[in-house]
């Protein structure tokens, strides 16, 4: 039988390497850097597959069209297309009450970003439209800028009636829409779609769900069909309810009646659907039935003239023309566009992400932009507001067979069918039909709540981040919470860093090695030496002090003729310079690289192992070699190298040599980095590197012995740059 893991002793045989022996021996060869106008030379040329390349880059629908087996996918798509295109429709409509412009907006929203995705899109299965969290980020501005003023606007000396003011707000919404889309644009130029990593996933669980509820606020109002202000900023969320709760005696029985089954009806059927989906083959299109059974419902029983139900009222046939944006207001609605720009990025990508990993294909972010980019300044172009996409939209175009964008496009038709042919039978139809849907599909956001206590359990800091996320996007609303949230994130981030950050020591008779597990930059360098100095057991600049006090006393004695110089406790030797502060000026810097500075002789030498012949405590240092561990450390700034360098010198002044294994010194730590670690006055640099920890240890072990805590001349520095920790 072969023995036990624990049982097997094995030996290596090999030559103790340097790190320059080693890459010598093996012949190690260096990549030549490229000069600038070589990379530039080389970035501008060009052939004719690098040309193609580009082009599908930029136009993926050139490479994956070309591959498109219709015979095999094309029915799929279909039906995939038509099922989707009757939520697209009824969810654009419900959306543009979220925006607070007409519903025939919404029909505009969910038709125009289609055309442009299936273009430059990088995701097969997302369905491209309005999205309730930016359709609300957009409405907020439109109500501070065009508020209600229940149903006449005074502006410019002139009287608004209500349909001048759906088209003061329409443009508003455009405006911002193309807004957003520059950023997006511009965002995609810059290739800085990695920005979005920023956004965690407890701070994006924690924004939704706070949008969640302002959905849910906002369309009480329609449900009850109640009058309330325009509020927009902090506690706005508030101040509507209040506004409710006061009207709530003026509530329409009809509207609340049609809302509320609505919401019983769609949730329920979604929940049963979902539950039996491995006997249901394609979802059940609740939303078309219930809108369709709701419409004719209200025009059999003419719900809007006996009852006096609110309903969506005309929409007219076709498209309206080409409406430039009003460049005016860009600077007004500077600040939510670029939040609105981040968000709607960040959930459709966050969407394509789920899928392409689920079906094995990649997305790209910054094409993601430049599609999403170009889908808004198109869309804005043409009355239309903010495009992204909905889980639950792209979940039925996903799960009724869709393959490709190819089903969108057929969405896109039955949508375009709608807005030419089919829009006036939907006139009759309550606006409290459309907030029902509305918030029945608000239920996958409310349930990330049940998310918490998980994460609780996982991470404290996710879930701190999670709720102070959700608090300020609640109080403060969407665009300052979503700003307050990611400072939190940040700070959150670094307090981490500089409070928690792991430090681990191994102890070996004379020998710590102290490891960092994070990178030393300003914010957590202080207390890296605190925790240093806690883990050695002593304070190194305390110890220079007393010894230097305990010299001073010893040569005093001496000098009296009370104290004779012996072999075994006081001999000759040259003191170890001034007394160390703890941080050194950039005076003394200075005269440290002019040779400046100088301490005068001392002739003494003291065992500081044994007793002294004077009355100074001097705190006892049981160490002869202190080792860095550094192989976590993947970045230093200026204040973490120059404090480095003033605690490598105070423990070289006491007699404790330093070695930091573990960094590479040609990448992670150049020379100029190690040139100010080590001052030429003081110190001598000693350039050895080892290929692992044993070899530093049996190195400092013969170099250093235990015994050796001794003044003896003055000590040079052994700065070790050891490879492989």
Known sequence: MSPEPSDTLYSISRPVYSTPTFEHDHERQERAPQSLRERFVNSCRCSGKGAL?????????????????AKEWFISDLISGVSTGLVCSLQGMAYALLVSVAPVYGLYSAFFPILTYFLLGTSRHISVGPFPVTCLMVGSVVLTLVPNNPTLLALNGTVLNDTDLQAKRIVVASTMTVLVGLFQLAMGFLQVGFLVRYLSEPLVGGFTTAAAMHVFVSQISIILSVSTGSYNGPFSMFKTLSDVFSNIHLTNIADLVAGLLTIVVVVTVKEVSARFQHKISIPIPIEVLVTMLAAGI???????????????????????????????????????????????YAVAVSVAKVYASKYDYTINGNQELLAFGVSNIFCGFFSSFVSSTALSRTAVQESTGGKTQVAGIVSAVLVMIVILALGNLLEPLQKSVLAGIVIANLKGMFLQMTEVPSLWRKNGTDCYIWIATFVACVVLG???????????????????????????LTEVPGIKIFKCNSPLYFANIDYFKESLRNIVGFDAVRVFKKRTKALKKIRKVIKKGTLKPSGDSVVSVVSLGLDNEGFESDRDLELEKRGGGQDPVVDVKVDWALELPVRVSVPRVHIHSLVLDFSAVSFLDVVAVKSLRLVIKEFVRIGVSVYIAGCDGKYCWPQSIVYHLVSKSHTQYVSMGFDSPHLTLLYTRKKLPLTHNTFQGRVSLRLVLVQGW
């Open 53 to 69: 390349r580009v082009l599908k880059s930029h136009f993926p629908v050139i490479d994956w069209l070309s591959k498109y087996p």
């Open 298 to 344: 209200s025009y059999a029983a003419d719900l809007h003239s006996i009852y006096g139900a609110s309903i969506v009222s005309e929409i007219p046939m076709g498209f309206i023309p080409v409406q430039p944006p009003n460049t005016e207001l860009f600077w007004d609605i500077l600040g939510p566009s670029l939040s609105t720009a981040i968000v709607g």
């Open 478 to 504: 969407l665009d300052v919470g979503l700003l307050a949230g990611l400072g939190f994130e940040m700070w959150m981030t670094v307090a981490y860093i500089y409070f928690f950050c792991p430090f681990q």
